[in-house]
């Protein structure tokens, strides 16, 4: 019975309290440790419930050190979605509308996937893909391929366009 009142009351205890300094520091630390949009970094002070007027001085410190910076996230995003989990540009795009960032910025990041390497990325992931489709009609095989690309976000007419080459 003991060990049960112990984790039943572990349930209701305290959140720790952190002074501003330290709440300060450790979102520094978040931010140091991977480049973060705003969207994530105020998702992360919620967990400190802080009054808004310290919520701002910290995204002003942030923002002023270069912790925070929109740009430099998206373009980092953008290269690690494509070049490491083989993303097209329209998933990536998606994802960062859902973390609060502009088209216009998105639009603008893009130049950091060179179009070669992406049509590349294409051809294969289609080769791969397509090699996998076992007793297929040739017809069947291109169709469940075009399917299986643009659920990795890329785009129908660079899809059509890699069709063609080959």
Not at 102 to 113: M, V
Not at 142 to 147: A, L, P, Q
């Amino acid at each position: 019975m003991g060990s049960f009142v112990h984790s039943f009351s572990y349930l209701f205890m305290e959140k720790k309290s952190f002074t501003f300094d330290e709440i300060k520091l450790k979102l520094v630390n978040y931010c140091v440790y991977q480049d973060r949009c705003h969207a994530e970094v105020e998702q992360k002070m919620r967990e400190f419930l802080l009054i808004e007027e310290a919520r701002d001085e910290i995204i002003l410190y942030l923002l002023k050190e270069n912790y925070l910076n929109e740009e430099r996230f998206t373009r980092s995003y953008i290269r690690g979605k494509f070049y490491i989990k083989h993303w097209g540009r329209n998933k990536i795009k998606m994802h960062l509308k859902q973390k609060q960032i502009s088209e216009k910025l998105i639009n603008s990041c893009f130049d950091e996937i060179h179009e070669d390497d992406y049509e590349k990325m294409i051809r294969k992931i289609f080769e791969d893909y397509s090699s996998k489709q076992k007793g297929l009609q040739e017809y069947q095989k291109k169709s469940k391929t075009i399917k299986y690309l643009m659920s990795r976000g890329f785009e129908y007419e660079k899809i059509n366009d890699t069709f063609d080459e080959t």
